[in-house]
């Protein structure tokens, strides 16, 4: 009995340990490359999509499929490099939780 309290008093007087501190530096630099990623990527192939809709001939399907194509590959570069770029100089202004203090 004296061991199980003893247990459980060391176990409540033991400094509790992240087991996730040594990825802690890894996670932040992942959600602003997460972040600056899918926001650029998105509003990118959209808005280059639509503005080739406006320049588009509708009589040939392929050009649409190219239009789509070009849009997502550039979409997807420079929002790579934009992330990138994002993780080291963490560059945004993102909304912090409230804890309610």
């Known amino acids: 009995m004296t061991l199980a309290v ?3 008093v060391l176990k409540s007087t033991a400094p509790q340990l ?3 501190e040594s990825t802690k530096f890894f996670m932040t ?3 602003y490359f997460r972040v600056t990623f899918l926001s650029i990527s ?4 959209t ?3 639509v503005y080739g809709l406006f320049e588009a001939d509708f009589s040939n399907s392929d050009v649409i ?5 070009k ?3 550039t979409a997807i570069a420079v929002g790579f490099l934009l992330g990138i770029l ?7 202004i993102y909304q912090k939780k409230d804890n309610g203090n």
Do not use: E
């Open 6 to 8: 003893n247990l459980a």
């Open 18 to 20: 992240n087991k996730y």
């Open 29 to 31: 630099k992942l959600f």
């Open 42 to 45: 998105a509003g990118l192939f």
């Open 47 to 49: 808005g280059s999509f």
């Open 65 to 69: 499929l190219k239009l789509a194509f």
């Open 71 to 73: 849009s997502l590959v």
């Open 86 to 92: 994002n993780m080291f100089f963490k560059i945004g």
